[in-house]
Nanobody, 116 residues
Framework: VQLQASGGGLVQPGGSLRLSCKFARTITSVFNSESKAWYRQAPGKQRELVALLSTGGSTHYIDSVKGRFTISRDNAKKTVFLQMNSLKPEDTGVYYC????????WGQGTQVTVSS
């Protein structure tokens, strides 16, 4: 499986971005059976879980992004999304997707920079 994240960029504080992550070379039934997650790694910090979406549809977010970020999935396209609104400078980092148990090799991620 290859994890292909995209959608990052430079945005001003208060702006929005929508990240996408394609789980390439996976079987649809396998994709559908796994919980998905977005992680981020800020400069000089360890990678952290940001949002989680279970196969049953329940979600979990870290406190700092609650009410601003929304994780979703399109099973037919084997793609996971992260809608990010009201972005803050502290949201800056490289964003990665994977399963909840980090099953697959990490992809290249997508850079998000929030700055005026």
């Amino acid at each position: 499986v290859q994890l292909q994240a995209s959608g990052g960029g430079l945005v001003q504080p208060g702006g929005s971005l929508r990240l996408s992550c394609k789980f390439a070379r996976t079987i649809t039934s396998v994709f559908n059976s796994e919980s998905k997650a977005w992680y981020r790694q800020a400069p000089g910090k360890q990678r952290e879980l940001v949002a989680l979406l279970s196969t049953g549809g329940s979600t979990h977010y870290i406190d700092s992004v609650k009410g601003r970020f929304t994780i979703s999935r399109d099973n037919a396209k084997k793609t996971v999304f992260l809608q990010m609104n009201s972005l803050k400078p502290e949201d800056t980092g490289v964003y990665y997707c994977n399963t909840d148990n980090q099953r697959y090799p990490w992809g290249q991620g997508t850079q998000v920079t929030v700055s005026s």
